[in-house]
Protein backbone atom coordinates (compact mmCIF):
# COMPACT_ATOMS: atom_id res chain seq x y z
CA UNK A 1 0.00 0.00 0.00
CA UNK A 2 1.78 3.48 -1.20
CA UNK A 3 -0.89 5.54 0.45
CA UNK A 4 -2.63 6.03 3.92
CA UNK A 5 -5.85 7.74 2.88
CA UNK A 6 -8.20 5.01 2.53
CA UNK A 7 -9.99 4.36 -0.94
CA UNK A 8 -11.44 1.17 -0.53
CA UNK A 9 -13.40 -0.47 1.82
CA UNK A 10 -13.21 -3.71 2.15
CA UNK A 11 -16.41 -4.70 4.21
CA UNK A 12 -16.95 -8.93 5.26
CA UNK A 13 -19.38 -10.56 7.72
CA UNK A 14 -18.81 -13.91 9.58
CA UNK A 15 -20.90 -16.18 11.53
CA UNK A 16 -18.97 -19.34 12.63
CA UNK A 17 -16.40 -19.33 10.66
CA UNK A 18 -13.33 -20.79 11.90
CA UNK A 19 -11.94 -23.13 9.30
CA UNK A 20 -12.51 -20.36 6.55
CA UNK A 21 -11.78 -16.51 8.15
CA UNK A 22 -8.28 -16.96 8.25
CA UNK A 23 -8.29 -17.76 4.30
CA UNK A 24 -10.29 -14.73 4.01
CA UNK A 25 -8.41 -12.20 5.95
CA UNK A 26 -4.93 -13.39 4.26
CA UNK A 27 -6.62 -12.97 0.62
CA UNK A 28 -7.55 -9.18 1.58
CA UNK A 29 -4.29 -8.58 2.98
CA UNK A 30 -2.37 -10.55 0.07
CA UNK A 31 -3.80 -7.75 -2.38
CA UNK A 32 -1.20 -5.89 -4.06
CA UNK A 33 -2.68 -1.92 -4.31
CA UNK A 34 -1.14 1.46 -4.69
CA UNK A 35 -4.03 2.83 -2.22
CA UNK A 36 -5.03 3.25 0.97
CA UNK A 37 -7.93 0.47 2.14
CA UNK A 38 -9.09 -0.96 5.13
CA UNK A 39 -10.83 -3.90 6.02
CA UNK A 40 -14.53 -3.90 7.83
CA UNK A 41 -15.41 -7.09 9.56
CA UNK A 42 -18.57 -7.87 11.68
CA UNK A 43 -18.51 -11.15 13.61
CA UNK A 44 -22.41 -11.68 14.52
CA UNK A 45 -21.61 -13.87 18.12
CA UNK A 46 -19.85 -16.75 16.45
CA UNK A 47 -19.74 -19.34 19.00
CA UNK A 48 -16.57 -20.92 17.41
CA UNK A 49 -13.00 -19.12 17.59
CA UNK A 50 -14.13 -16.75 14.58
CA UNK A 51 -13.05 -13.78 17.07
CA UNK A 52 -10.18 -15.29 17.86
CA UNK A 53 -8.95 -15.33 14.33
CA UNK A 54 -10.55 -12.03 13.84
CA UNK A 55 -8.39 -10.05 17.14
CA UNK A 56 -5.00 -12.12 16.12
CA UNK A 57 -5.64 -9.68 12.98
CA UNK A 58 -6.07 -6.80 14.19
CA UNK A 59 -2.91 -7.34 16.47
CA UNK A 60 -1.17 -7.98 12.91
CA UNK A 61 -2.77 -5.21 10.94
CA UNK A 62 -4.00 -2.32 13.37
CA UNK A 63 -3.57 0.05 10.59
CA UNK A 64 -6.20 -1.67 8.37
CA UNK A 65 -8.50 -3.75 10.13
CA UNK A 66 -11.97 -2.19 11.55
CA UNK A 67 -14.06 -4.82 13.70
CA UNK A 68 -17.48 -3.08 14.44
CA UNK A 69 -18.88 -6.64 15.53
CA UNK A 70 -22.51 -6.53 17.39
CA UNK A 71 -22.43 -7.49 21.27
CA UNK A 72 -25.05 -10.02 20.46
CA UNK A 73 -26.25 -11.95 17.36
CA UNK A 74 -28.12 -10.04 14.89
CA UNK A 75 -28.53 -12.62 12.00
CA UNK A 76 -26.67 -11.96 8.63
CA UNK A 77 -28.67 -9.48 6.62
CA UNK A 78 -29.25 -6.89 9.96
CA UNK A 79 -25.38 -7.79 10.73
CA UNK A 80 -25.08 -6.48 6.83
CA UNK A 81 -27.10 -3.41 7.16
CA UNK A 82 -25.58 -2.54 10.05
CA UNK A 83 -22.01 -2.55 8.83
CA UNK A 84 -22.69 -0.65 5.72
CA UNK A 85 -24.01 2.09 7.99
Known amino acids: MKTNKIMVSICCIT ?8 ECLNSFISQQ ?14 TD ?11 LYPEIFRDI ?6 GAIPNFYRMML
Open 69 to 74: SPVKNM
Open 15 to 22: YNHEKYIE
Open 49 to 59: KTQLVIDKYKK
Open 33 to 46: TTFGYEIVISNDCS
